[in-house]
């Protein structure tokens, strides 16, 4: 998704490697949903946590993410990193609700963010439409006005 106001800051990220994030994300989400193995929530949590307040080189899903990017030959396209950062932040809640509700066994919870979660990345995947992004602009929009 394209910047629709001017950065917040000067930092800027690959608009390619986010949506080829995304579809890690929504594979290992997949991936716990079928199998119930807390393992791959608890790897999300973990690598959501890792991009955020760490590194993002030290995160498996960036790593993944460059390596086919890079496989595929897909060009570098700059977006502002800001709406994705707090994208990310909103992708950590949710996982981390689902380990929550995982390790209680609250299955219509997990079920219930797995679905709106995977629903997100799917849009980002496809379309390139980032939910998070689009609330950050919201945001930025009413501030704005005060």
Not at 5 to 24: E, G, K, T
Not at 95 to 105: E, G, K, L, P, Q
Not at 138 to 146: H, S, V
């Amino acid at each position: 998704m394209q910047s629709k106001s001017c950065p917040i800051s000067l930092i800027r990220v690959d608009a390619n490697i986010a949506r080829i994030s995304a579809f890690y994300v929504a594979l290992f989400l997949f991936v716990f949903l079928i199998s119930h193995q807390a393992l791959f929530i608890y790897f999300l949590t973990l690598d959501f946590a890792t991009r955020i307040f760490l590194k993002k080189e030290l995160s498996l899903i960036y790593t993944l993410a460059m390596l086919t990017k890079k496989i595929l030959h897909l060009e570098t396209s700059m977006i502002d990193a800001a709406p994705k950062k707090l994208a990310m932040f909103f992708g950590l809640a949710f996982v981390t609700a689902i380990s929550v509700a995982n390790f209680f066994s609250l299955t219509a919870l997990i079920y219930l963010l797995s679905g709106v979660l995977l629903g997100c990345v799917v849009l980002e995947v496809l379309f390139s439409y980032c939910l998070g992004c689009e609330i950050y602009y919201l945001y930025k929009k009413i501030t704005m006005k005060w």
